[in-house]
């Protein structure tokens, strides 16, 4: 009978860091294996065995104790794991000996797992949520790839790098998605080169790390008008979907996050200010008659926030946003049944609507690329697309039409 457990070996000097070891017990016969990790004798708590985060710590230490924490209970299952298939067979000496070479596979520094893990904890404390979100998705799907098991930077070549790419594919994810985790990865990657943790050995030379152009995710003004004008007062669900949506395009596209953020306050003088959360730039909306309409509908919140998106203030607001996008979202494309509208219609389609809408009233690319808070007139551009393909197939019926 096997178990394992992670002890602490405090050091004698209590300015000098303690050991971490792996407790290994075999037919009570006790084993400790040397982990490679150093924590201070305050950072760990003997009654629960767990490391613990004093408050007096910087914020770099938290984030070292963070990744410690987080890789030894890695390590600890993929040692469970490792004994529960050599208890069929074998002595004890050579069980212990398989466990060490499993924790040599690879350094705290240069682990690819504890680094990006690193950058998420960073992330998080700079407030950079939504990035720490995507960076944990893609290091969730290469260990998925990797199936659990970790590697150093030094290990990644571009045959690697084409397997994953290869496994996305069959696991039927589309080009844009995959391109997706591999600019992350590569970013991770890049980063690592900086630090001297490997050379730059450029491994993505052969994957797709582009951006291909999507299909149409706009709307005509027609479209949103019967959207708008369908009677959903027995569908109360479907109603608040549709009252977010249409709301969405009153404010230029806004999206969801930064709704569900809006707070009483930041409407004044017939004006409404806001920053991006995803860029932090400034955006200053004229208030309308429609927007208050929606606002009256669902009467004044308990809450400091001016829709009824969040409705606690309890440290979940993040949880509660999300959870209410999703069944936006999943109401938005019933509603597209509705009305006859053939696409999977989520909440991102008013901001794709509102900039085609707008270029077809032939307003100035800058202008729209200002109210949608992009930072180049570049990034507008993708979400116009659509209007020249238009264009080329309204040209191309006409030379058609004699044929």
Known sequence: ?????????????????????????????????????????????????????????????????????????????????????????????EVEGKLRQLLCISGFSTSVYNFINAQIIYKRQMGKIRTSETYQATLNSFMQFRCGIDLTFDMIDSELIELYEMDMRERGLSRNTTSFYMRI????YRLAVEHGLTQDRRPFKRVYCGIDKTVKRSLSFGEIKRIKELDLSGLPVCDFARDMFIFSFCMRGMSFVDMSYLRKSDLRNG?????????????????????????????????????????????????QYQNQMLK????????????NISVPLTLYYSRHSWATIARGKD????????????????????????????EVDKANRKILKGL
């Open 185 to 188: 990865l590569r970013t991770q």
């Open 328 to 339: 936006v979202n999943r109401k938005l494309k019933k509603i597209a049944g509705m009305v």
């Open 271 to 319: 004006y409404i200010t806001y920053r991006r959360k995803k860029t932090g730039q400034l955006l200053t909306i004229e208030w309308t008659g429609q927007m208050q309409a929606i606002v009256d509908k669902y009467g004044d919140s308990e809450t400091q926030y001016l829709l009824p998106i969040i409705r606690k203030e309890d440290g979940t607001e993040r949880r």
């Open 363 to 390: 307003v100035p690319l800058s202008v729209i690329s200002e109210g949608l808070g992009h930072d180049s007139e570049a990034t507008t551009q993708i979400y116009l697309d659509s209007i020249k393909s238009s």
């Open 1 to 93: 009978m096997y178990s394992v457990k992670l002890k602490f070996r405090p050091s004698a000097n209590p300015l000098k860091e303690g050991s971490l070891v792996y407790q290994v017990i075999c037919n009570r016969v006790v084993r400790r294996i040397k982990s490679r990790y150093r924590i201070f004798n305050d950072e760990w708590d003997s009654a629960s065995s767990q490391i613990v985060l004093p408050t007096s710590s910087s914020a770099e230490r938290h984030g070292v104790l963070c990744s410690i924490r987080t890789h030894t209970r890695w390590e600890l299952s993929r040692l469970e794991k490792a004994l529960g298939e050599m208890e069929r067979g074998g002595d004890f000496s």
